[in-house]
């Protein structure tokens, strides 16, 4: 697991848009994995001003999205689907029929989740994972407790989760959805690069738990130790708690700048 601790979220913005540009030069068919909040905002900001310069295109690139609210309405602004497509599709020169998601309002939910199982292995499985982290520890929406082998599938939001999103329900957990659609853990851990972003001294505590706590289900995150590319993009706030943190600043300071992400 690679941990970089930067000054402020628009360079960690750059540091995950570099490694994502790197990627689709690299492959222009490659899949992305998408995440929602707040935590991808910087990336998906530096990747729209990078389309804008003609750095770098999204036209064949394939996207998947983490999770959806089960039981918003079509044109809610905050059923997932919308939110992507405000925050990032609309930004970069994405084709919007390459952008898949749950399907949150499908009467057959086991059966959704399988077809979103199925399609992505169909498009060659993911090659880059955008992810956040909740202040509990959650992955895409894997609450304390999940299977940490589960494929997608609905589940229960915690108190603490509806209460943390509640920002972008006029401030009223209660408006929040109770359950959702997510791709599982193993879903997650199936992508070959995973790049997580976290800021504030709330994500502090769950930072800790997911690079050096022990693997447990009670701390979702934690199982991303066991993955062999992992890119963990936090500010100083959120690495408050980490033991490890100046060995982490000095050995990425000490690398050749070719190797940054
Ligand atoms: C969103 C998702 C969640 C968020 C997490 C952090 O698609 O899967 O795991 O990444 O709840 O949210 P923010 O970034 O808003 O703090």
């Not at 050096?212 to 995150?221: Q, R």
């Not at 590319?229 to 943190?245: G, K, N, Y």
């Amino acid at each position: 697991m690679e941990v970089i601790i930067t000054e402020n979220t628009a360079e960690a913005g750059r540091l995950a848009a570099d490694a994502i540009q790197d990627l689709i030069t690299a492959n222009p068919d490659a899949v992305i994995g998408l995440a929602t909040g707040s935590s991808p905002q910087s990336i998906y900001d530096e990747l729209a001003r990078r389309v804008g310069q003609g750095i770098v295109s999204f036209a064949r690139v394939q996207a998947f999205t983490l999770d959806e609210y089960v039981g918003l309405p079509h044109n809610h602004p905050e059923r997932y689907r919308n939110v992507i497509t405000r925050d990032f599709v609309t930004k970069v020169d994405i084709d919007p029929g390459n952008v898949h998601g749950p399907d949150g309002q499908a009467s057959d939910i086991a059966a959704a989740c399988a077809a979103y199982e199925e399609a992505i292995t169909a498009a060659g499985g993911v090659d880059l994972q955008i992810l956040g982290i909740g202040t509990d520890g959650h992955i895409g929406f894997n609450e304390p407790g999940s299977s940490l082998a589960s494929r997608t599938r609905i589940k229960t939001l915690t108190k603490q989760t509806r209460s943390d999103n509640a920002r972008f329900f006029g401030g009223d957990p209660d408006a929040v959805p109770r359950h959702c659609l997510t791709q599982g853990i193993g879903t997650i851990m199936d992508a070959r690069h995973l790049l997580l972003l976290a800021s504030g001294r709330g994500k502090a505590e769950a930072v800790h738990q997911l690079v050096e706590g022990p693997i447990s289900a009670l701390w979702p995150a934690s199982v991303l130790q066991m993955h062999a590319h992992v890119t963990v993009i936090i500010d100083t706030a959120a690495a408050s708690r980490l033991q490890l943190a100046s060995y982490f600043t000095e050995t990425y300071a000490a690398k050749p700048t070719e190797q940054r992400l």
